[in-house]
T-cell receptor, first 112, second 116 residues
Framework: DTGVSQDPRHKITKRGQNVTFRCDPISEHNRLYWYRQTLGQGPEFLTYFQNEAQLEKSRLLSDRFSAERPKGSFSTLEIQRTEQGDSAMYLC??????????FGQGTRLTVV | AQTVTQSQPEMSVQEAETVTLSCTYDTSENNYYLFWYKQPPSRQMILVIRQEAYKQQNATENRFSVNFQKAAKSFSLKISDSQLGDTAMYFCAFMGGGSTLGRLYFGRGTQLTVWP
């Protein structure tokens, strides 16, 4: 499969628990992005990596959020001490050298 | 900061008809890129069409075309011969050509429903 893959597709967690999502980008893409999409809104940028370096973080990314991309391949997004306001779709995208972004199917997080 | 505005929360069109979705944006940059993405109920964002700001010619992809008015900062999407499979949320997106190259700014979306 040559697309962007995200795992899990759905996650239900209790408030206060930690969760981790994974994104596998298209193999030749060196840039990887995380976005958050809440109901009725467009995706909002969270952070991005070029290879293994995290180059930018949005102010939306509180200190409870951390993202990594070891070895410049897959990426993980961890949310600690989840809150109900974290419920959203988390989208991963990767881009080619031409900067055309391809998106994964997203991870839907529900915090109860 | 870049902003993208989609003023039509919902649109509907009959199958085989033509529909136009509106988008305006605000930027101080001269070089940038504009996109329309489609998000069907399956939720995967799919690129529909893109436009480079330095190109005066409007982009076209089969039944999809744009009307890019750089001075007015307007970027509308026209869907011709609408099909039931076009039913989806459509997002207009902006990408700057400077230090934020690669990062997308999205509008709030327009829900398009194509009915038989």
């Amino acid at each position: 499969d040559t697309g962007v893959s995200q795992d899990p597709r759905h996650k239900i967690t209790k408030r206060g628990q930690n969760v981790t999502f994974r994104c596998d980008p298209i193999s030749e893409h060196n840039r990887l992005y995380w976005y958050r999409q809440t109901l009725g809104q467009g995706p909002e940028f969270l952070t991005y990596f070029q290879n293994e370096a995290q180059l930018e973080k949005s102010r939306l990314l509180s200190d409870r959020f951390s993202a990594e991309r070891p070895k410049g391949s897959f990426s993980t997004l961890e949310i600690q001490r989840t809150e109900q306001g974290d419920s959203a779709m988390y989208l991963c995208a990767s881009s080619s050298p031409g900067y055309l972004a391809f998106f994964g199917q997203g991870t839907r997080l529900t915090v109860v | 900061a870049q902003t993208v505005t989609q003023s039509q929360p919902e649109m509907s069109v009959q199958e085989a008809e033509t529909v136009t979705l509106s988008c305006t944006y605000d930027t101080s940059e001269n070089n940038y890129y504009l996109f329309w993405y489609k998000q069907p109920p399956s939720r995967q964002m799919i690129l529909v069409i893109r436009q480079e700001a330095y190109k005066q010619q409007n982009a076209t992809e089969n039944r999809f075309s744009v009307n890019f008015q750089k001075a007015a900062k307007s970027f509308s999407l026209k869907i011709s011969d609408s099909q039931l499979g076009d039913t989806a949320m459509y997002f207009c997106a902006f990408m700057g050509g400077g230090s934020t190259l690669g990062r997308l700014y999205f509008g709030r979306g327009t829900q398009l429903t194509v009915w038989p």
